[in-house]
């Protein structure tokens, strides 16, 4: 009988790759620190052979497609110093985003990510399962924000990349987590959150970057691509008074407001999610403590320059 293996013995490196596709070198540096892991060893598209015989039963499959995907989450949390590459760059990269660093001794040294539509960087992930070790090749995906209150923000990651065959390590990867700051819990002292210019009491904080990812596997192409993007999210808070803000009037003539929600403190350890034109949906009710809630959807719209449509501070 073979020994067990344990889930939670775990580590996840990540690199940008130097060619779309081709396994790049990890090192130490490259490590995530994550939470809430789905592996998915084998994925991939059937095709039925279809095969006639005088009597019923299955006829075989043969796999026609062959990738691997993995998902977990990221502390949502800045860095330290001000300044510095957070650790989750390359995974924001991989899903369609730019970063520009801005380092020390600059004024305001931080980072600014914001959405592409060209030359998507891909990533080798490197998810090894005590001692077992399953890589990935030309990943791309899709990010989320999740920011509820009296809970930890996180970034939810899904990555999609190339099958490469299982192999046993003699030992589990070095990891080294120090660009990964703690994240703070999200309450009045750490989070605040405006839309329109007000100050809403919020209870939920939802952001998806919405990416098309598809995986292609065609004569002589073997990759995953991002073939569109569509931003959403949505907001939880305390419903106002119709003098203050009429929520369903700004949903029937789709109104285009900017939005706003930081998170952190001091010029350190701070995220900032910023939509300059956030379309407001159709409003929904809920309670929370017997506190009337209003649910506030909303898609993120582009200026007519492209690729604006939020921008991420860090």
């Known amino acids: 009988m073979s020994a067990p293996k344990f889930f939670r013995k775990m580590a996840i490196l990540a690199v940008t790759e130097a060619t779309v596709g081709t396994l790049a070198v990890v090192t130490a540096a490259n490590a995530i620190e994550v939470s809430d892991v789905t592996l998915t060893p084998i994925e991939g598209d059937e095709a039925d052979q279809g095969v006639i015989r005088p009597y019923f039963g299955a006829s075989e499959t043969s796999m026609v497609t062959l990738y691997r995907k993995v998902a ?23 899903c369609a985003a730019s970063a520009t660093n801005t380092p020390a001794p600059a004024p305001t040294p931080n980072t600014v990510f914001a959405p592409v539509t060209d030359d998507i960087e891909s990533l080798s992930i490197y998810a090894t399962i ?62 605040t959150f405006s839309i329109d210019g007000y100050t809403a009491a919020a209870n939920s904080f939802q952001f998806d970057f919405g990416n098309q990812v598809v995986k292609q596997d065609l004569m002589n192409v073997d990759t995953t691509e991002i073939t569109g993007r569509t931003s959403t999210g949505s907001v939880t808070f305390r419903d106002t008074d119709v003098a203050t803000k009429d929520w369903l009037a700004m949903a029937r003539t789709s109104a285009k407001v900017p939005l706003l929600l930081k998170h952190g403190q001091a010029a350190t350890n701070t995220v900032s999610l910023s939509v300059p034109l956030a379309q407001i949906g159709k409003p929904t009710f809920s309670e929370v403590d017997g506190i009337h809630m209003i649910t506030v959807p909303f898609r993120c719209i582009p200026s007519n320059a492209g690729n604006d449509e939020w921008s991420i501070t860090v």
Do not use: H
């Open 72 to 94: 977990f989450s990221v502390g949502y949390a800045g860095v330290s110093p001000a300044g510095t590459l957070p650790g989750f760059t390359p995974l924001l990269r991989a």
């Open 130 to 191: 005590d001692k077992r070790l399953y890589k990935m090749a030309g990943a791309r995906g899709n990010a989320k924000v999740v920011c509820d209150a009296k809970a930890i923000p996180k970034w939810q990651f899904e990555f999609t990349g190339s099958f490469v065959p299982v192999e046993d390590v003699a030992a589990m990867p070095a990891v080294n987590y120090s660009a990964f700051q703690r994240p703070l819990g999200v309450n009045k002292l750490n989070t």
